[in-house]
């Protein structure tokens, strides 16, 4: 079955830096990759998705990127604010299949 | 806030009892599912249902069964079999793929936080 690998697992960046977190996917018929954000005590709420025919995705200060060839993709926060502090999951959707695979998820500090 | 509704928010449990965890959406979504949230371990699935009188099993299943009797509700039994059941346990709901491809955004509720005492 998939398997999701996400790095690292904790982030800290100054405020207005950029910050990066990492996913790779085992099966190659994953389709679906969306990104999940996690405030302290709320429920995850996506934020972006990327399908396995387009590259990259943005959206104002976050962006996806995929590279297929190599299975992994990636979220891309610029000019980080503190209300992007929070736990970030990313995951995937293999191909004809209902169940979505989450990574372990990031949790991202911003410091003022 | 709505859409997708889990109760209660805390639940204490002795061990050995069975407990039954609620959710409800009215999203008027055909697929539901139930993760376990651990630290560091991200949401492991537990069970998903792609329709009404219809589960499957997830990844970590062993000690929870579940019953999808109407498309509004997939309640969550934890039960005296799961040796480690302190989570916090998020239910989600989303689209079929059969009827919105590939997709389908997962709606949470806000989750219930299990806890053996």
């Known amino acids: 079955g998939e398997n999701v690998e996400q790095h690292p697992s904790t982030l800290s960046v100054q405020e207005g830096d950029s910050a990066v977190i990492k996913c790779t996917y085992s099966?190659?018929?994953?389709?679906?990759f969306p990104w999940y954000k996690q405030e302290l005590g709320k429920r995850p709420q996506l934020i972006i998705d990327i399908r396995s025919n387009v590259g990259e995705k943005k959206d104002q200060r976050i962006a996806v990127t995929l590279n297929k060839t190599a299975k992994h993709f990636s979220l891309h926060i610029t000019e980080t604010q503190p209300e992007d502090s929070a736990v970030y999951f990313c995951?995937?959707?293999?191909?004809?299949?209902?169940?979505?695979?989450f990574g372990q998820g990031t949790r991202l500090t911003i410091n003022p | 806030d709505g859409g997708i509704t889990q109760s209660p928010k805390y639940l204490f449990r002795k061990e050995g009892q069975n407990v039954t965890l609620s959710c409800e959406q009215n999203l008027n979504h055909d697929a539901m599912y139930w993760y376990r949230q651990d630290p560091g371990q991200g949401l492991r699935l537990i069970y998903y249902?792609?329709?009404?009188?219809?589960?499957q099993k997830g990844d970590i299943a062993e000690g929870y069964s579940v019953s999808r009797e109407k498309k509004e509700s997939f309640p969550l039994t934890v039960t005296s079999a799961q040796k480690n059941p302190t989570a916090f346990y998020l239910c989600a709901s989303s689209i079929s793929i059969s009827k919105g491809g590939s997709i389908t955004e997962a709606f949470f509720g806000q989750g219930t936080r299990l806890t053996v005492v």
């Open positions: 995951a995937a959707r293999v191909q004809g299949a209902q169940k979505l695979v």
């Open positions: 099966d190659s018929a994953s389709n679906y």
């Open positions: 249902s792609q329709i009404v009188n219809d589960f």
